[in-house]
């Protein structure tokens, strides 16, 4: 019986409740944080991926800032993107080249009063 009780540890270890809560209220937070900015990082790629296409492809040298953004809206539709202003996006010829211009930002309600805002400013040649 003796042996038993020094192989105990002399103290306990591991979580207390309000450890073991505090950790939950850690790992929900990173959730609801995750959960609702990165689709928006997910969109922007999206959309940033498609101008740069249009770019490699040359396709932007004879076309007008509305079929830009017409064919950027197309491929939003079909790959389910909301949420997004065609009108951040703008064309402009600069050194011999076409730039395609992503400005914009997002509000995104974290908790109640809480906001996170998002910017992009992507200049694609």
Do not use: C, W
């Not at 959730?31 to 997910?42: A, C, E, Q, R, S």
């Not at 065609?86 to 997002?106: F, H, P, Q």
């Amino acid at each position: 019986m003796n042996k038993l009780l020094n192989a105990l540890p002399r103290r306990q270890r591991g979580f207390s409740k309000f450890g073991l809560l505090g950790m939950l209220v850690i790992l929900v937070a990173g959730l609801t944080f995750g959960l609702k900015v990165l689709p928006v990082y997910i969109d922007h790629n999206f959309v940033r991926g498609v101008a740069e296409t249009l770019v490699d492809s040359g396709r932007i040298s004879t076309m007008t800032q509305a079929e830009v953004r017409e064919e950027i809206a197309a491929s939003m539709r079909v790959n389910n993107v909301r949420d997004f202003d065609l009108d951040s996006i703008t064309t402009s010829r600069a050194n011999g080249g076409n730039v395609i211009s992503i400005v914009y930002e997002r509000r995104i309600p974290l908790v109640a009063n809480i906001d996170v805002i998002v910017s992009f400013d992507d200049q694609i040649q």
